[in-house]
């Protein structure tokens, strides 16, 4: 015993030892002269690019020193997804603020979350200043093409109740977008061949509204259910989901919520 508490009282010491060693303070590097100090407009945003629209999001990037040409190399971030396709650089012309570039996708399922994150070269930015935006982190939605009406549906939800809203039918899918049914979000479900279904988050309604914080509430499918619980029954044209319903203030639970698609 007296052995482990000597140990124990060697490994205090040297951790006590090791912090109150000096240690010389580096100063960063100052910020150069000629630093254009640019700066991207937002931090991020969801894009939804319509299927009639070039797979593409223009992203715009502003500086303070616009005296000369300038490129700015841009950095892929870890998150990107393999879909997108970011240029080396922007370049700014000669007096101007403002400049844009085009990230571009290819090859990805319709109706999908994809993320891009880039960041402007250090040697463009003051990297000092909370005042500039210096990476960016985005998502895109490519959009279906929704060309069919099936007519007049209802979507019963466990927490807002029954509504009637127009469903539509995306091209050569067996997918299906409820129109607006409680609020100005409409909701994407995909039925695979086996007739489960496929539902990514999605905004779902307001709640509290009217009062000082009303909270958008989202749903996504809980991975916990399977089987009848998310599914689509071809014979009552039922689609069945067990949704997690969050919003900021976190996890409002799990309901049962149901879609009839009009036969």
């Not at 990037?61 to 490129?71: H, I, M, Q, W």
């Not at 998310?230 to 799990?254: H, K, Q, R, W």
Request: charged share 20%.
């Amino acid at each position: 015993m007296k052995k482990i508490a000597y140990i124990i009282g060697m490994v205090l010491t040297l951790g006590f030892g090791a912090c109150t060693e000096d240690v010389d303070y580096v100063p960063g590097q100052p910020v150069a002269d000629d630093c254009i100090r640019a700066s991207f407009v937002t931090d991020g945003e969801e894009t939804y690019v319509s299927a009639a629209d070039e797979r593409k999001v223009t992203v715009t990037v502003v500086r303070e020193n616009t005296t000369n040409e300038a490129v700015v190399p841009l950095k892929v971030l870890p998150q990107t997804a393999d879909c997108f396709e970011v240029p080396a650089a922007v370049t700014f012309a000669a007096g101007s603020a403002t400049a844009t570039f085009d990230i571009t996708f290819s090859e990805v399922e319709a109706e999908e979350t994809y993320t891009y994150s880039v960041a402007l070269d250090e040697s463009a930015v003051d990297s000092y200043s909370e005042d500039y935006i210096t990476s960016i982190t985005g998502t895109v939605v490519p959009e279906a093409n929704w060309n069919t009406s099936l007519g007049q549906g209802i979507y019963a939800s466990g927490n807002f109740g029954a509504a009637p809203c127009e469903i539509l039918q995306a091209e050569g899918q067996h997918w299906y977008k409820v129109v607006t049914p409680f609020d100005n979000y409409s909701i994407v479900i995909k039925v695979n061949e086996d007739n489960s279904v496929r539902l990514r988050e999605q905004p779902l309604a307001w709640a509290n509204v009217g009062l000082p914080d009303p909270e958008l509430i989202y749903i996504s499918l809980n991975a916990s259910y399977n089987g009848v619980y998310n599914s689509y029954d071809p014979e009552t044209g039922v689609i069945t989901m067990a949704l997690n319903y969050t919003c900021s203030a976190g996890s409002l639970g799990t309901a049962l919520d149901q879609v009839q698609i009009p036969q």
